[in-house]
């Protein structure tokens, strides 16, 4: 997440991808930290203009979550995403 917030978008998502692999439990601490990490690869690829990848995470990032506010702000970024695309309806939705 440091990497994607300073501007290191591949190294982000090198990063998350093997963050991944050590997230295994099957707990709420570590679906949360899956969702946050999913997060970090949406906002990573959504900087580097590849929207198709950044809406798959988001997707991810959702249905990781049980916290109500992470779910405001995936959603809040996957409107983001389909505002990027010019897609206001599904935007709106």
């Known amino acids: 997440i ?9 190294g982000g ?7 991944e692999k050590l997230l295994t439990k ?3 601490i570590t679906s949360q930290l ?3 990490n999913y997060n970090n690869l949406a906002l990573a690829n959504e900087e580097l203009d590849n929207q198709k990848d950044a809406l798959k995470y988001y997707n991810l990032a959702l ?12 959603y809040n970024n996957i409107g983001n995403s389909f505002l990027n695309l010019k897609n206001y309806r599904k935007a709106k939705e």
Do not use: V
Not at 2 to 10: H, I, L
Not at 13 to 19: K, P, Q, V, Y
């Open 2 to 10: 440091k990497q994607t917030n300073n501007g290191d978008f591949f």
């Open 13 to 19: 998502i090198e990063t998350s991808l093997e963050a």
């Open 26 to 28: 099957k707990d709420s």
């Open 34 to 36: 899956k969702s946050s």
């Open 63 to 74: 249905n990781s979550t049980q916290d109500n506010e992470s779910r405001y702000i995936y």
